[in-house]
């Protein structure tokens, strides 16, 4: 459930965040989806939809790459991409921001862990990725707003 409230600059959202600043963005590079354009996407939270913003060329091989050759992160049929928005925190908790964004960032990776075991699809979070190259991919200026974390899911690979 997500609510605004006019008294107080906050968002109610299903994941929890620290003051309610909900400091994170959702992109997804969806690869193989049934019924979805291939592509980059934004998750309009308000909305629950997704904007689409473009085309991307080869999209496993890209990402693979820009995230130092990690083939299956290009194989997902959907990466998340998780972009920091760090006013929307630092406003309010100025030099603690960039922890609680660290412990919302833990809160939104979790959830996609959590909501990926109930349909039995896996996931992992990726760290280890080519920074500027990656915000630039998704047409963010790398200083206001950046990626923090990606992660594809897909099915897991049979035992």
Not at 78 to 95: G, H
């Amino acid at each position: 459930m997500k609510r605004t409230f006019k008294d107080i600059a906050a968002v109610m959202r299903t994941v929890p965040s620290a003051g309610a600043k909900s400091p994170f963005e959702t992109y997804l590079i969806i690869n193989r989806v049934n019924g979805v354009e291939p592509g980059l996407y934004r998750y309009i939270s308000f909305n629950h939809k997704l904007l689409f913003i473009k085309s991307i060329e080869k999209a496993k091989r890209k990402i693979s790459k820009l995230t130092y050759n990690q083939i299956f992160v290009g194989k997902g049929a959907v990466i998340f991409c998780w972009v920091a928005i760090p006013y929307r925190t630092e406003w309010r908790y100025t030099i603690l921001a960039h922890k609680f964004i660290a412990v919302d960032l833990g809160h939104v990776s979790e959830n996609l862990y959590l909501a990926c075991e109930a349909i039995d699809l896996g996931t992992v979070a990726i760290g280890y990725y080519e920074q500027k190259k990656f915000d630039d991919l998704l047409e963010l200026d790398g200083e206001d707003e950046f990626v923090v974390l990606v992660a594809p899911v897909g099915k897991r690979p049979i035992l």
